[in-house]
């Protein structure tokens, strides 16, 4: 069984950064697609970020340009930078894995099959 364990979550003003991580266990965590996801209060889980396991990258058009996401397969994680914070990108940043090995990145929160916990993100203006 995979499991996912996110860090790095926080309080920080508007206009300041943080560094997400989620550390895989339990799979192959080379041949996923490794995604970021977040919720707000109120509002549907939303694709932030994707890295696939051949290195393809995807952004949502909200977060382009301010967040980056990267992997270390020799450590099992994917990061999320997120520079430039908004007060609208409080949430609970989630994330996830897809194991269908596709060489598409999905932003669909169903085509993800492991999720972590979840970690909070809170940017103050």
């Known amino acids: 069984q995979v499991q996912l364990v996110e860090s790095g979550g926080g309080l920080v003003q508007a206009g300041g950064s943080l560094r997400l991580s989620c550390a895989a266990s339990g799979g192959m965590f080379s041949r996923y697609t490794m995604g970021w996801f977040r919720q707000a209060p109120g509002k549907e889980r939303e694709f932030v970020a994707a890295?696939?396991?051949?290195?393809?990258?995807d952004y949502a058009d909200s977060v382009k340009g301010r967040f980056t996401i990267s992997r270390d397969n020799g450590k099992n994680t994917v990061y999320l930078q997120m520079n430039s914070l908004k007060p609208e990108d409080t949430a609970v940043y989630y994330c996830a894995a897809d194991r269908s090995y596709s060489a598409v990145i999905s932003p669909l929160p169903a085509t993800y099959d492991y999720w972590g916990q979840g970690t909070q993100v809170s940017v103050s203006s």
């Open positions: 890295i696939s396991w051949q290195g393809g990258i």
